[in-house]
């Protein structure tokens, strides 16, 4: 039996310990600013991060790019050249199209080495969520599980990843076009504050308001407790997008207290994800009850 390579991409928001941890690879995409394109690393430090949302809180936002073709090409080869099998997990179809163009350059390559495998996963999640998915595909993988029980296991709890964001206002995600809003969540009221989920086809949309900062991130732990299982096996990822520590703290020390993890990991959210969601954004993922909302339907 080919071993296995679980790759994701630069949306996923893992940082270097994880990806080490859970022998995760991951292809690049690129921010671009002032005419500059800059590989997505997950690997930047905060200061790293400061910059690029000290641009935004000016005013300016980069634009991204998905993971180009010769990225995949080059990302995918290196382990095709180790006869090893490719399970690439990728931001969700709704919120890129990175997800289409891995499977272009996978079916051109299976052509070329026709004893292997690579499996293209839509993760219907970005940021950790997307994370989260890529990890649970490499946890399989090192349980010895083969190719195809992988790829079936990891797509079928894909909707199962819990997913709670707060931002600021919405601006910057309707400028990069990231998420699906009604009516009821355009235009910012002052000190209303949307709290997002990633639905079950993997778009962003508002789900609910809270008034105020702090109340915000109470209910986003609010919302994970009612439907996180399992607590006690799980850790809980943190993303934030340059945030203060007290902030950071504060949110960490709230979901210890509500609810009986194993651990609580945290981690910036990426060039990528935080050119679209902006400064200041937290997201709160884990394992629980299966995702049913869908932003058309209203459920």
């Not at 292997?116 to 399989?140: F, P, Q, T, W, Y």
């Not at 609810?259 to 997201?283: M, N, Q, T, W, Y």
């Amino acid at each position: 039996m080919r071993n296995i390579k679980v790759i994701t991409d630069s949306c996923s928001d893992l940082s270097p310990d994880l990806l080490e941890k859970y022998n995760l690879s991951y292809a690049k995409m690129y921010t671009i600013y002032e005419g500059k394109e800059t590989r997505a690393m997950l690997d930047w430090t905060r200061e790293d991060a400061r910059k690029l949302y000290d641009i935004m809180r000016g005013g300016n936002r980069p634009t991204t790019t998905q993971v180009p073709v010769e990225e995949f090409d080059q990302v995918f080869r290196k382990y095709l050249e180790r006869e090893m099998d490719i399970i690439y997990v990728g931001c969700s179809s709704k919120q890129s199209g990175s997800v289409n163009t891995a499977y272009v350059v996978a079916n051109k390559l299976m052509e070329e080495y026709p004893n292997a495998r690579i499996a293209v996963i839509d993760s219907l999640n970005a940021s950790g969520g997307e994370g989260v998915v890529a990890i649970e595909a490499a946890k399989k993988v090192a349980e010895g599980k083969d190719f195809d029980a992988v790829v079936k296991e990891t797509e079928a709890m894909r909707n199962n990843v819990l997913e709670y964001v707060t931002v600021h206002t919405l601006d910057m995600l309707k400028k990069a076009g990231r998420v699906k809003a009604s009516k009821a969540f355009i235009g910012n009221l002052m000190g209303v504050k949307p709290i997002l989920i990633s639905d079950a086809d993997g778009e962003q949309t508002p789900v609910k308001k809270a008034r105020g900062r702090q109340n915000s991130l109470i209910e986003c732990v609010k919302l994970l407790k009612e439907n996180i299982i399992d607590p006690e096996e799980q850790t809980i990822y943190v993303n934030h997008a340059d945030c203060s520590e007290e902030e950071v703290t504060f949110l960490t020390d709230l979901i210890k207290k509500e609810i009986p993890c194993k651990d609580v990991h945290v981690a910036l959210i990426g060039p990528i994800i935080g050119s679209s969601i902006g400064p200041e954004a937290f997201a709160i993922f884990a394992l629980g009850k299966e995702v049913t909302y869908r932003v058309g339907a209203g459920k």
